[in-house]
């Protein structure tokens, strides 16, 4: 998820557990607490994308890591506020903040390792973008107004109740909203005679209402998308070639963790001598496009340079990006004004 989501959701819950002692405090240290796994960004950075694939979501965000983390943390905000809140209430806010940013993030697809240092397996549930406009901007605005009320006022404990109860029914219905689009996606691969190999289905960026669903057959890819909102059971399906051998057979190691990071869904393309490698997990980056590397905005590659094998990433720069455009196909795509 998001680190703003985090930060709303953990003030929320800081003000809840703490805010009656210690005031607006809590919220700036529960916003901390919940933030806290992504700290992991220190060192594996955004600009590296080996680092960023290896070591973002790790330990961080594994729960027994996080439950080793809660004690010393929990210990140090007992001292720093002169032991008059006891040790046991310190721990239950860190505690609730640190499992309950990587119980988010696993709702989210980019994969998070809840479980090291016994497995590195990716938890993923596809049930929420990353970033859901739906729900972090309700939440800003109660968080906002409840902390405006002084510390023990019923309104700011209703604000702060609202806050966490929108969040929980908002995740709920996320999972209610997975299980219509799958149904529909579902449908259509037996309608249409696919044979299926391996299926997931996610939530378009910012919204709960756009999905889109990945097939792998025996040699190829397929995307499909379905809006709540649209007016007919009919799904277009683009197919893109995996070409398996490209990244099985590849001698450097980075393909090896690209196929551990796809959790089995890729294609590949060989550019020159370069290797491109899509993971639609993330979804498609233009809407409108059927080109891979047109509508893949973001994918990895790998190439021999210097006498070895380097590893990279494409990414629009910002003067590429064109928000109000992706904006419009997005909201066109939602409301099923092409079809």
């Given at each position: 998820m998001d680190s703003l989501t985090h930060i709303i959701l953990g003030a929320a819950i800081g003000d809840k557990v703490l805010g009656k002692k210690i005031g607006r405090k809590a919220a700036w240290i529960g916003a901390l607490a919940k933030t806290f796994p992504d700290f992991d960004l220190l060192y594996s950075g955004l600009s590296d994308p080996r680092k960023y694939v290896l070591y973002h979501r790790s330990y961080t965000h594994s729960f027994f890591v996080e439950f080793l983390t809660a004690f010393p943390m929990a210990f140090l905000f007992y001292l720093l506020f002169k032991k008059k809140i006891a040790y046991r209430e310190w721990f239950l806010l860190w505690i609730i903040c640190l499992w309950g940013h990587s119980l988010v993030d696993i709702f989210t697809n980019y994969g998070t390792r809840i479980f090291l240092p016994f497995s590195k397996q990716l938890v993923s549930l596809n049930n929420i973008a990353i970033a859901d406009l739906f729900l972090t901007l309700p939440i800003l605005i109660m968080v906002v107004v409840a902390l405006l009320y002084k510390n023990n006022s019923i309104l700011r404990s209703r604000w702060m109740n609202a806050?966490?109860?929108?969040?929980?029914?908002?995740?709920?219905?996320?999972?209610?909203?997975?299980?219509?689009?799958?149904?529909?996606?579902?449908?259509?691969?037996?309608?249409?005679?696919?044979?299926?190999?391996?299926?997931?289905?996610?939530?378009?960026?910012?919204?709960?209402?756009?999905?889109?669903?990945?097939?792998?057959?025996?040699?190829?890819?397929?995307?499909?998308?379905?809006?709540?909102?649209?007016?007919?059971?009919?799904?277009?399906?683009?197919?893109?070639?995996?070409?398996?051998?490209?990244?099985?057979?590849?001698?450097?190691?980075?393909?090896?963790?690209?196929?551990?990071?796809?959790?089995?869904?890729?294609?590949?393309?060989?550019?020159?001598?370069?290797?491109?490698?899509?993971?639609?997990?993330?979804?498609?980056?233009?809407?409108?496009?059927?080109?891979?590397?047109?509508?893949?905005?973001?994918?990895?590659?790998?190439?021999?340079?210097?006498?070895?094998?380097?590893?990279?990433?494409?990414?629009?720069?910002?003067?590429?990006?064109?928000?109000?455009?992706?904006?419009?196909?997005?909201?066109?795509?939602?409301?099923?004004?092409?079809?």
């Open positions: 806050t966490l109860l929108y969040a929980i029914a908002y995740f709920s219905m996320t999972f209610v909203n997975k299980a219509v689009a799958d149904k529909h996606f579902k449908q259509s691969i037996q309608a249409n005679q696919i044979s299926s190999k391996g299926y997931m289905s996610n939530p378009t960026i910012l919204n709960n209402l756009l999905w889109y669903s990945l097939v792998n057959t025996d040699s190829s890819l397929l995307v499909g998308e379905y809006s709540l909102l649209q007016h007919s059971d009919s799904i277009r399906w683009r197919s893109y070639p995996i070409q398996k051998n490209l990244l099985l057979n590849h001698p450097s190691e980075d393909a090896r963790m690209l196929e551990w990071f796809s959790q089995g869904f890729y294609f590949t393309q060989q550019n020159k001598d370069t290797l491109e490698v899509f993971i639609p997990k993330f979804g498609r980056g233009d809407l409108d496009k059927t080109i891979a590397n047109e509508t893949f905005l973001f994918y990895y590659q790998i190439y021999y340079a210097n006498g070895m094998w380097k590893f990279g990433a494409h990414q629009p720069n910002s003067k590429e990006m064109k928000f109000g455009e992706a904006f419009r196909q997005l909201y066109e795509h939602i409301i099923d004004k092409k079809k």
